[in-house]
């Protein structure tokens, strides 16, 4: 404790060492590959963020590992990347605590600022950072729970494709809290690895529950894929049950948009990165802080109400 | 062949296959209850067998012959998503995203096939290999075209009522085109010479060769067939639940492999029959679907499948042994 404080004592001496007079932050972004669905949202957020720094007269730069092979490794070099570039601050996430911790100390001892978004809101203090922006799983399964209740579910049915998923049961708790503080009750199903990603299995299996049980009157599955398959059990159950999910694809802004899908829990990526990312710059030009700690940027939940507007979302790459 | 005697039928390949699937059929109609066996419930394992059936005997070609192919974990995800984007995301006809998409396969199946019998690398090699390349393959083009991982396709109603429908409610149309294909199947394999080729590469690859049987070309083939299969259904769940994504499709590999065992094809090659892998398949959906009819815990799930199949296979062995050492009622000469 004692070490933490002196580090963050250094830290800050260090930063008003290094910043002083008016020169406008310059930034690194770290994050996955942008193969992957979830960080092209990410990127949009950023890339929207980097309009305002850079109008402050910063720079924004942007680093991304190139798979997931040599996750810890590649974290490091990206750091120690951002380090030699002489940047003032870090926006990151902690993915890979043991790898990542110590790279991100000894650039905060160096006076780097580290603003930590989407995962390791635990190390936080470790590290120095400034803030966290992301979700909270056990929140947004939470969220989930009681707006099926609210919308009149007594029976939810809550889908996990992969059984012992650490995020997904966590989803799941959430789940069973929301919906029981509002009056209802959740039935877990967790299907085992040989149905994983098969839709006809996974679909089978949850018909089979409904026609098993007439009193499950809600479903909420853990990825958006699940939901493709559960749309079909409940047609074929042929009763209406309210269908929610995790995540959002384009079947299910489809079928929210039809009215085939009650709603859909997102986590909202692009607010991550660019809260991130302006916060960040905010920090080290103006020495703006939030009293919020950690800001949640989920769950958002996208439902007839609001449709729409994520739609325009989805074609402009934010959602 | 001709001689139906009881000795001969109870000696055919398929015949302790048929006894696992009846015991695994009765224990889940006790415990089960009225919704397993009724036609609703009846279709849920259907459709899973149907799909799982039409990779599964290519499979158990390949199988007979001595090889694998785990390929197909890859073929029905990348199927699934280039039906998706030609049909979907480009909006061309079906006919065009369906032609393309199998002609994907054949490429695959073309490259499994002759990189087998031009190597000495075993075909669970080389397939692996062709598994993750056909993985990332389709997650590059999935991004470089459309920019996401997921996509959403409304096919017109002609496809669906062919290719991915519902008849009577829950009834997949894929049930038929997997009764067809293993009608077919059945003449390829019982019925054509080329059964008596696949059997005898299967025992002894150099004295086929020898004995003038094309294995090379035969080889490929297989190999296309089972690219080819994987891919159908994989075009077919994109015609069914209007969307598609680049998740893998891992667990076909093992589930073929394991129906086809169950199904009574020995991993060793040189024996099996279609009749066979039909029931393996069938008893495999049976237990994978049946746990959601009965009242165990769900968290079991797993455990009861295993339990299950592990029964299935030692009935069907038990049941083959007595049945070769049988030898039913002499005939005086």
Same mark, same amino acid.
């Given at each position: ?26 930034? @690194? ?20 963020? @980097? ?10 730069? #942007? ?68 803030? #966290? ?149 905010? #920090? ?36 | ?42 279709? &849920? ?25 785990? &390929? ?86 002609w496809a669906k009522a062919i290719f991915g429908g519902f008849y009577f409610n829950s009834y997949q149309v ?18 054509s010479p080329w059964g008596n080729w696949l059997f005898a590469m299967g025992g002894d690859k150099e004295s ?20 080819? &299969? ?71 799930? &797993? ?31």
């Amino acid at each position: 404790m004692m070490n933490m404080r002196k580090n963050m004592l250094a830290a800050m001496l260090a930063s008003v060492a290094l910043t002083g007079a008016a020169s406008a932050a310059d930034i @690194a972004v770290i994050a996955g590959s942008a193969n992957d669905a979830f960080f092209n949202r990410v990127k949009k957020g950023v890339d929207d963020a @980097a309009l305002v720094v850079q109008a402050n007269g910063g720079t924004v730069n #942007y680093l991304t590992t190139q798979n997931y092979d040599n996750f810890g490794p590649d974290l490091v070099q990206l750091i120690n990347t951002a380090v030699s570039q002489g940047v003032d601050g870090i926006a990151i996430p902690v993915w890979v605590a043991e790898s990542q911790v110590p790279a991100l100390k000894s650039a905060a001892d160096q006076g780097i600022k580290i603003m930590m978004y989407n995962s390791g809101a635990e190390v936080k203090e470790q590290i120095a950072g400034i803030n #966290y922006f992301g979700s909270d799983e056990f929140v947004a399964g939470e969220a989930g729970g009681a707006y099926m209740a609210k919308k009149g579910a007594k029976k939810i049915l809550c889908h996990i494709h992969v059984p012992g998923a650490v995020n997904l049961e966590r989803r799941c708790d959430g789940i069973v809290a929301g919906a029981e503080a509002n009056g209802a009750t959740v039935m877990r199903l967790p299907t085992p690895a040989s149905i994983d990603s098969d839709v006809t299995g996974t679909s089978e299996a949850l018909k089979a529950e409904l026609l098993k049980d007439p009193s499950i009157d809600a479903v909420i599955t853990m990825g958006a894929w699940a939901s493709d398959a559960a749309t079909i059990a409940i047609q074929q159950a042929g009763r209406p049950v309210l269908l929610g999910t995790f995540d959002l694809s384009p079947s299910v802004l489809e079928r929210i948009k039809a009215g085939t899908q009650t709603m859909a829990i997102d986590q909202q990526p692009y607010a991550q990165a660019f809260l991130a990312t302006t916060m960040l710059a905010a #920090y080290i030009d103006f020495g703006i802080d939030l009293p919020t700690d950690p800001v949640l940027t989920g769950p958002g939940i996208v439902d007839a109400g609001n449709i729409d507007a994520a739609l325009v979302g989805v074609a402009a790459g934010a959602r | 062949m001709g001689n139906l005697s009881f000795a001969s039928l109870i000696r055919r390949p398929e015949s302790g296959a048929f006894l696992g699937m009846v015991f695994v059929f009765v224990f889940f109609a006790i415990f089960g209850g009225r919704n397993f066996t009724s036609f609703a419930g009846a279709a &849920s394992w259907l459709n899973v067998a149907a799909n799982l059936g039409i990779i599964a005997i290519p499979i158990g070609f390949l199988m007979i012959a001595g090889e694998l192919d785990i &390929s197909i974990g890859a073929m029905v995800p990348a199927a699934s998503m280039s039906m998706g984007i030609i049909s979907g995301h480009y909006g061309l006809p079906i006919p065009v995203g369906i032609l393309m998409t199998l002609g994907f396969a054949v490429v695959i199946g073309w490259i499994n096939g002759i990189m087998v019998v031009r190597t000495a690398v075993p075909s669970l090699i080389v397939t692996m290999g062709t598994l993750f390349a056909v993985t990332g393959l389709t997650l590059f083009l999935s991004i470089l075209l459309t920019n996401t991982t997921a996509v959403a396709m409304n096919p017109p109603a002609w496809a669906k009522a062919i290719f991915g429908g519902f008849y009577f409610n829950s009834y997949q149309v894929i049930i038929v085109w997997w009764l067809g294909l293993t009608a077919l199947y059945v003449y390829f394999l019982h019925f054509s010479p080329w059964g008596n080729w696949l059997f005898a590469m299967g025992g002894d690859k150099e004295s086929a060769r020898n004995a003038g049987i094309p294995t090379t070309k035969f080889t490929i083939g297989l190999f296309i067939l089972s690219s080819v &299969s994987a891919a159908f259904v994989g075009l077919c769940q994109t015609i069914l639940f209007n969307s598609a994504q680049v998740s893998t499709g891992m667990s076909f590999i093992f589930n073929a492999i394991i129906s086809v065992v169950i199904g009574g094809v020995l991993l060793t090659g040189g024996f099996g029959s279609v009749i066979g892998i039909f029931f393996g398949t069938l008893t495999f959906a049976m237990v994978n679907q049946g746990i959601y009819f009965t009242d165990f815990d769900r968290n079991l799930s &797993s455990l009861i499948i295993g339990v299950m199949l592990l029964i299935a296979v030692l009935m069907n062995n038990t049941f083959r042994q007595m049945a070769l050492s049988y030898t039913g009622s002499r005939k005086k000469d």
